[in-house]
T-cell receptor, first 112, second 116 residues
Framework: QKEVEQNSGPLSVPEGAIASLNCTYS??????FFWYRQYSGKSPELIMS????GDKEDGRFTAQLNKASQYVSLLIRDSQPSDSATYLC????????????FGAGTRLAVHP | DVKVTQSSRYLVKRTGEKVFLECVQD?????MFWYRQDPGLGLRLIYF???????EKGDIPEGYSVSREKKERFSLILESASTNQTSMYLC???????????????FGPGTRLTVL
């Protein structure tokens, strides 16, 4: 069974700090990686996608991918209380079709 | 903007009832997906479809069926609802891609189903 692992948290950070969210995956052939944010009672919304090794920045968010280590992370700079949510890591399953495998999510709490 | 809509936000049904959950997307996406989300278990794929009248089982298809008669609409059917099907149901859609890369999935608002 191909897996995506995340620390469930909660990860608690003070306002203004950097939040670091981590994800490991088991399928070495995976090529597409996504971070979704999900507020309580709401559906997931895409934050970032990343396909190549290295860093990808979008505003306060940076996604980092290391395929050799099978590791993808999300950094949130200048964390705000509005960033408090569950962050889901998703990885494309190999073997055809466009299925994603989701981690169980990391709950982030940003306190003032 | 991609829009994925689901027929109900909240639904309460009784054990043994047949339940229909509807999902509609307006972006001409080929792929559509049904997930359920339970605390601590994350998102689990029930069924997906990559074309009209085509369907593939996901990880937990037992007790469910699907229908896709039109490209924009994907229905999830609980043939005989049971209490263990109480959950949040999420529909998603995406463009189809070939090879190792895949497009983003866009989610609907979800249907919270309670089976009594």
């Amino acid at each position: 069974q191909k897996e995506v692992e995340q620390n469930s948290g909660p990860l608690s950070v003070p306002e203004g700090a950097i939040a670091s969210l981590n994800c490991t995956y088991s399928d070495r052939g995976s090529q597409s990686f996504f971070w979704y944010r999900q507020y309580s009672g709401k559906s997931p919304e895409l934050i970032m996608s990343i396909y190549s090794n290295g860093d990808k920045e979008d505003g306060r968010f940076t996604a980092q991918l290391n395929k050799a280590s099978q590791y993808v992370s999300l950094l949130i700079r200048d964390s705000q209380p509005s960033d408090s949510a569950t962050y889901l890591c998703a990885v494309k399953a190999t073997g055809g079709y466009n299925k994603l495998i989701f981690g169980a999510g990391t709950r982030l709490a940003v306190h003032p | 903007d991609v829009k994925v809509t689901q027929s109900s936000r909240y639904l309460v049904k009784r054990t043994g009832e047949k339940v229909f959950l509807e999902c509609v997307q307006d972006m001409d996406h080929e792929n559509m997906f049904w997930y359920r989300q339970d605390p601590g278990l994350g998102l689990r794929l029930i069924y997906f479809s990559y074309d009209v009248k085509m369907k593939e089982k996901g990880d937990i298809p037992e007790g469910y069926s699907v229908s896709r008669e039109k490209k924009e609409r994907f229905s999830l059917i609980l043939e005989s609802a049971s209490t263990n099907q109480t959950s949040m149901y999420l529909c998603a859609s995406s463009f189809i891609t070939a090879g190792a890369y895949t497009d983003t999935q866009y989610f609907g608002p979800g249907t919270r189903l309670t089976v009594l």
